[in-house]
Structures are given as C-alpha cells and as structure tokens.
C-alpha cells in the first residue's frame, strides 16, 4: 500500500555533520517505486537544505510549516510581518541573544553570532553541522519575508525558558535538533504554522487521507508532525519527549533507522528490523 512520508532532517535523515547513510537512500527509492510518495518536514529553509543528490523527494515542508513546496510549485508561504519581527528582533538583542534569521533565500546572522554558533556546535557535538545559505549580515534586506528565528545564548545568559514565557500567544518556542541544550539555543516559530500543518496541506493538495500518513522525527519539534500522522516513528536516537508520543521507534539514523522505518511502514507492521543484523 501507498503511503505519504515525511522525513525530519537533521538527526532523522542525515547523522549530525554527514551525509544520508545508503540504507535510507535505497528504502526511499524503493518506497516511490511502489508508488509512495516522499517529502522533507524540516526546520530548515529551502537556502539551508542539503542537496539531496540521490534522492529526488516529490516535496518540501520547510521553516516548521512556513513554506511548502510540491514538484517545484510553491502551494503554501506565511511569513513574520515585518514591524512583529522588528518588536521580536530588538527584545531579543536587548536581551544578549544571538539572532539567527530565517528567510527562503537566505539565514542572516551576525558574524559574532556565526562564530559563537560554531563555537557551541564544537563544544556540544564537536563537529560542525553543513546549513547552506548562511549570510554573514547585521540587518535583513527589506525585501525577504521572515520566516523563522533561531536564537542562542551564553550559559550565564537571560535564559531561553524565560523568551518561552515571554513572547506571548503569537509564537511558538520549540526546541531545536542539532543537539544544542534547549536552555542555550531554541527556534521561535509563528503559531499558526508547525510541521503537521505542513503535512496537512500537503495530503490536501493531493486529496489524500491522513490515514496514509507517516511521520518520521528524531527531536522535539517533531512532536506534533509525529502525533498528527497515522502512523508516527521516533528515531532510535529520539528525544525523550518524543519517544513517549511515537506510535513506533525504529534503530538509530545510522544504524538503518530510515530503512527500518520505511519497511515497517509499507509492511503494515510486519517487519520489524530493530532485532535483525544487517549483512
């Protein structure tokens, strides 16, 4: 049976700082060869995406819902109203932050905010994780729609629990997924938009039912893409928040957690790789 996948990127399909393991290449191919199809639900923009060479997905879910994309065709586009980003951007620099700005051509950051991002990547991970279409720039061209903010403090910082309660209704402040602590760097989203929005829309585009929805994410802001899909499956090297919300959990991003994923999924249940050596 035919079935609608959404894959997280970072931690899901690419193992921090590398490429996507083969196993996850062959079992996406082989999904659209019997007639399913496959999109990317990220955080990241579209300018941030890998290139994805060996993998042709049939769409983008990306800014956590902001902006979709189906076989080229922009079907959906929110953005942050230039005068709330304005208000947003100067209460987070009063505040210390380091301000990371998310448009669908380009993430704009300060240069001391390029290196102390680096620096914490390092520190946390110690290795850099690959985000293309960063732009070194203190200001954001008048013309980009806003799409997304990461932000990031020191230690002694104001504090990311404190921007949560904060900045009121009209965000969301999620927890980001390359593995920095959540109390040190998380992504401010509109409320209107997530990743199960996104998924949403998609299965609409198609008139599709959400009964043939799968959702695959390995960190906090793929919990509600994860319970909203039929069919919702943690990474093995998940959060534990969305451990406790998955319908399944498949084996590490690099120990055929993709594969296992896709196969469990096609085979209603049947197959079940988390026990199995691979040859």
Not at 44 to 68: K, V
């Amino acid at each position: 049976m035919s079935k609608y996948f959404f894959f997280d990127v970072d931690g899901t399909l690419l193992p921090f700082g590398k490429s996507v393991p083969e196993s996850a290449v062959y079992a996406i191919k082989a999904a659209q060869a019997l007639g399913s199809k496959c999109f990317i639900a990220s955080g990241r923009s579209l300018a941030e995406l890998p290139a994805f060479e060996n993998i042709a997905f049939d769409g983008y879910i990306c800014s956590a819902g902001a902006t979709i994309e189906i076989d080229g065709k922009r079907i959906y586009s929110a953005h942050i109203e230039r005068k709330k980003f304005n208000k947003l951007f100067r209460y987070l620099k009063d505040r210390g932050f380091y301000v990371l700005t998310q448009t669908d051509n380009a993430t704009y950051l300060s240069r001391e905010a390029g290196e102390f991002f680096k620096s914490q990547l390092m520190k946390y991970i110690g290795r850099l994780v690959e985000l293309n279409g960063l732009v070194l720039s203190e200001d954001v061209p008048e013309d980009e729609e806003i799409k997304k903010l990461l932000i990031l403090c020191a230690e002694d910082g104001y504090g990311t629990d404190r921007v949560r309660a904060e900045i009121g209704s009209e965000f969301t402040v999620v927890n980001n997924t390359v593995s920095l602590p959540p109390r040190l760097m998380v992504e401010i989203v509109m409320s209107s938009v997530s990743k199960a929005t996104g998924i949403e829309k998609v299965l609409s585009y198609y008139g599709a039912s959400r009964e043939d929805s799968v959702a695959i994410g390995d960190g906090s802001n793929d919990i509600e893409m994860v319970e909203y899909a039929s069919l919702g499956i943690a990474m093995g090297n998940s959060s534990s928040d969305l451990l406790e919300v998955a319908d399944y959990v498949t084996t590490d991003v690099e120990n055929d957690g993709i594969k296992n994923a896709i196969f469990y999924a096609l085979s209603g249940g049947a197959y079940d790789g988390r026990n199995k050596k691979e040859g």
